[in-house]
């Protein structure tokens, strides 16, 4: 019998306005504990909310980019409970009428595309946080409600997904439409990116749903992947031998690598869902989604069309470079000023990647600018600097923000392309290494390039390799090893 994993997500993201969703309390992350905190996200009495208009604007874009069915009328409702980390001991969420529903995600796959749908996707205001084992004394708990108000969006997809690869996929490709759209920084270490996830098994071809599995609060990709991965091993092994998956809330042990159960379904709090009666229902006008509409950015998949299309760059490359909104702004401009659409590609995915990698900076905080890089290829091209020395210049201008021109003159790395002198040292070299010239005599060609290479140090990689290469050949070709090699 082979079984068949049958996936859902909650996904939860919480939007990058400067201020709460009811008030007007600051969302800065970091801030001492409960520094931003006023009346109204505290629940005390005769406060009311008030809607931010820019959650709204924030909330249409990713239903536009969802391809979601926006409700022109949608109201807030409270959901009780409660929790010291929820001060209210209500939230108020979107349970009966969410702010849009039936949309969808197309993700391509190793052989072929998927369609995951988006059940809904609604409004709501984020919880504090608890912190546990972390005052004085270690059996304390501490409440921080700095996060109680901070705008929040759930999207709810459909059980669409089949596999691992699927789920995975789907999470990277709804986080580059956040960071596109510029509504969510994603920085799932500070919890503004958080996922559930829902699993149940049947066997292959059966229609009919098994009872389903949720995991909470599963803080990263690589966590989401692992517990799926143990979901569907220990729900397969107690099939197999005839029980039954029990529908429950389970929670992830990092640590021990395994699910545990949190609170069975069946016993479940009632949330005893009613409509918010402080805020009026939500209003959405055809003329207010069609201004969004006009002004949402290029998304990561229809970029990466264009750019194969426009720039004929390979589809890794394209990948690699709309993976990121800001890195593909940098490429995009630095072809404009150096129109060679793969000998940028080479320096950004190359260098540049690197160089921020190792120094933990994203894209868009790059130091580097189009201009010093466009500056460096130039300097390639027209033969004043090798490509070996143009690594250590590109490197000298990502720490000091200085032009490669200015970088090139100061440390004397011009390239040397004087064809006398640069003939004189590869005589020298051949000299030195007989053995090496026996060997490409003989066939070896990579004799040629451990010429090249003794060259290359001799001059501090400043000779021109393109003339050095040619200059090798001639000689190689023309030496008589009895006469010219002393042994």
Partial sequence: MNYESVIGLEVHAELSTASKVFCGCSTRFGAGPNSQTCPVCLGLPGVLPVLNRKVVEDALKIALALNC?????SRFDRKNYYYPDLPKNYQISQNYLPFAENGYLDIPLEKGRKRVGIHNIHLEEDAGKNLHGEGLDSGE?????????????????HPDMRSLEEVEKFMTFLRDILLYLDVCDCCMEEGSLRFEANISLRLAGESELGNRVEMKNLNSFKMVSKALRYEMKRQEEILRQGGRIKSETRLWDEKKEVTSVMRSKEDAPDYRYFPEPDLPPLIIETRRIDEIRKRMPELPQERKLRFLREYKIPEYDARILTADRSLADFYEDAVRLFPEAKTVSNWV????????????????????TVSHLAGL?????????SGRVAKDVFAEMFDSGREAEEVVREKGWIQLSDEDEVRKITEEIIE????????????????????????????????????????????????????????
């Fill in 69 to 73: 069915h926006i409700s022109p009328y």
């Fill in 141 to 157: 708990s501490l409440v921080d409600l700095n996060r109680a108000g901070v705008p929040l969006i759930e999207m709810v997809t």
């Fill in 432 to 487: 030195k290494n007989p053995q090496s010239v026996k060997d490409f005599r003989s066939g070896k060609k990579k004799a040629l390039g451990f010429l090249m290479g003794q060259v290359m140090k001799a001059t501090r990689g400043q000779a021109n390799p393109q003339m050095v290469s040619k200059l090798l050949k001639e000689r190689l070709q023309t030496i008589d090893l009895k006469a010219d090699i002393r042994p």
């Fill in 349 to 368: 995915m190359g260098e540049m990647l690197r160089k921020l990698r190792e120094r933990n900076i994203r894209p868009g905080d790059c130091p580097l």
């Fill in 377 to 385: 290829l130039n300097l390639i091209k027209e033969g004043t600097i």
